[in-house]
């Protein structure tokens, strides 16, 4: 005699084993999907340059859980540059159609009440495609959107 299982326990059963899958699959929390590989330019050394642009190459993180965004230099180049997203005033695609994303990064507040007054220092990023482009974006931004079906504050309509 064969034993059947209740569609209730069966629902749950599936239920759990899906869940199970999902969490093992999941990235870490508070972790965003973005490339890790990314090129960098900035204009202080493209300056100094005579042969035009140099693209740097580095690994970028996001870190939600301190709303800042992490590059560490592929090379002999020190630590890891954080940049928190509230210090990023501007964030530019010049051509949408290439993985090119300009961040202007004004002085972080402990620099003093001199650095409002200066201009922001443009920080230049270079995805491997278009994609990975609307990913970065994306990710940076993530704090300031508003979650599907919740209002933005206001009055509510009579």
């Known amino acids: ?10 629902t749950a059963a599936t239920q759990a084993f899906w869940e199970g899958l ?3 699959n999941a990235l870490p ?3 965003s999907a973005i490339p890790e590989l990314l090129f960098v330019e900035e204009p202080s050394k493209a300056a100094s340059s005579s042969s035009g642009t140099i693209l740097v190459p580095v690994s ?11 590059l560490q230099m592929l090379g002999p180049a020190g630590d ?5 997203f509230e210090d990023v ?3 530019d695609r010049p051509d949408s159609h290439t993985g090119v994303v300009d961040l202007d990064i004004r002085a972080s507040a402990g620099a003093g009440a001199a650095s409002a007054a200066t201009k922001p220092e443009r920080l230049r990023l270079v995805a491997p495609d278009e994609h990975a482009a609307s990913a970065l974006v994306a990710a940076i931004n993530l704090p300031d959107r508003v979650a599907p079906g919740c209002t933005l504050g206001g009055s509510p309509l009579p």
């Open 1 to 10: 005699m064969t034993a059947s299982i209740s569609p209730r326990k069966e």
């Open 60 to 70: 970028c993180r996001i870190e939600l859980s301190s709303n800042q965004l992490t």
């Open 89 to 91: 005033d501007c964030i």
């Open 29 to 31: 929390p508070n972790i």
């Open 80 to 84: 890891p540059r954080s940049i928190a």
């Open 22 to 24: 999902l969490e093992t």
